[in-house]
């Protein structure tokens, strides 16, 4: 649409070049509001769009109705597969071959998720992607989460290890990636029921120092090791989501498309703090904040952007979604200088 190509694109683009993104994303938030309350009129204004927002029944003219015909099993299965190249060869974890540098992806089902961006990148700019992922395996070594089902499939502690230790001590020494992009669901928000467990592998009272302090030594120590021979590091933050609040099932069941909003917590986790940091104190580590690519008026989330439905349950985005936003992850890449321009 007009405003999509004069409005929203260039401050989805520009809001995520910045390494230090909050003046930028200032502006684009600012920018968004004006575009959504002038160009887009079908939009609620985002700043009293509260009573627009998860579950509303929104019945009001001049709402956008959800579209017709959407296909609901196609939109749940929207994912890519998990992979990784435990028991056989460390080429294998390979999903694309190109002449410029190699891209490692780790960490659990949500870095799967980022598998259609990734290969959007690196088939534009001829990378070689290779990606190690399994579901509720977080991507530091030693850092685990309460086991849980994703997708109809359970990961235990034993499986995530020795995953995660072939990941370490083979697949990356075999591949000698130049970049490891690393992703996780947000374990650390005790709210989402499935926390990270401490050294001893139970759950950890919280702030004790088998809490965050736990997660704090076991992310500084992975890093470290990822860094090693000089490899650059991104370390994508998790992505905005609402508890229990399933964009997908209330876009099935809805009118307008506004009923399915959320509104995400805009306070980074003390891991996302942490994170930041480490990107701070090191100019080859980049903590990669996504929230305003993939809520583009955030902390207001939409059901549907760039005309994709955006999610296939609670958490995991769709793989539809995600390629779209492969463009401006390739610009942050050059920005940064990730990848030479």
């Not at 989805?12 to 920018?31: E, K, N, Q, Y």
Request: hydrophobic share 40%; with cysteine.
């Amino acid at each position: 649409s007009l405003s999509y190509q004069l409005l929203e694109h260039p401050i989805r683009v520009s809001s995520i070049l910045d390494r230090h993104r909050r003046t930028v994303i200032a502006v684009g938030l600012a920018t968004s509001v004006i575009a959504a309350i002038i160009i887009i009129p079908a939009i609620t204004n985002p700043a009293t769009s509260t009573a627009a927002v998860a579950g509303q029944d929104l019945t009001t003219t001049g709402f956008t109705p959800v579209p017709t015909g959407l296909d609901w099993e196609a939109i749940k299965a929207d994912f890519p597969k998990l992979t990784n190249c435990y028991g056989k060869p460390a080429t294998d974890c390979t999903l694309v071959h190109g002449t410029g540098p190699h891209i490692l992806l780790i960490g659990d089902s949500h870095a799967g998720m980022m598998i259609p961006a990734l290969t959007a990148l690196a088939n534009t700019e001829n990378l070689t992607l290779s990606v190690s992922t399994d579901v509720s395996c977080p991507w530091q070594r030693g850092l685990y989460a309460t086991p849980h089902a994703v997708f109809d499939k359970t990961t235990s502690i034993d499986e995530c290890k020795t995953i995660k230790n072939d990941t370490y001590d083979r697949v990356i020494p075999e591949l000698q990636p130049d970049i490891i992009v690393t992703m996780n669901f947000p374990y650390e928000v005790r709210s989402e029921l499935v926390p990270y467990l401490g050294p001893d592998l139970k759950v950890p009272a919280p702030g004790s120092s088998n809490d965050f302090g736990w997660q704090q030594k076991a992310t500084t120590d992975s890093l470290s090791e990822l860094r090693a021979g000089g490899r650059k590091v991104i370390l994508i933050e998790p992505t905005p989501m609402k508890p229990k609040f399933d964009p997908l099932a209330c876009l099935s069941r809805a009118k307008v498309l506004q009923e399915c909003r959320y509104v995400a917590a805009t306070e980074p986790t003390a891991l996302e703090d942490l994170y930041r940091q480490l990107d701070k104190q090191d100019d080859d580590v980049w903590s990669l904040d996504l929230d305003h690519l993939v809520c583009p008026y955030f902390p207001i989330c939409d059901p549907i952007v760039d005309h994709q439905v955006t999610k296939l349950d609670v958490t995991h985005f769709t793989r539809s979604f995600v390629r779209t936003l492969g463009p401006s992850i390739d610009a942050y890449f050059k920005q940064n200088g990730i990848i030479s321009t």
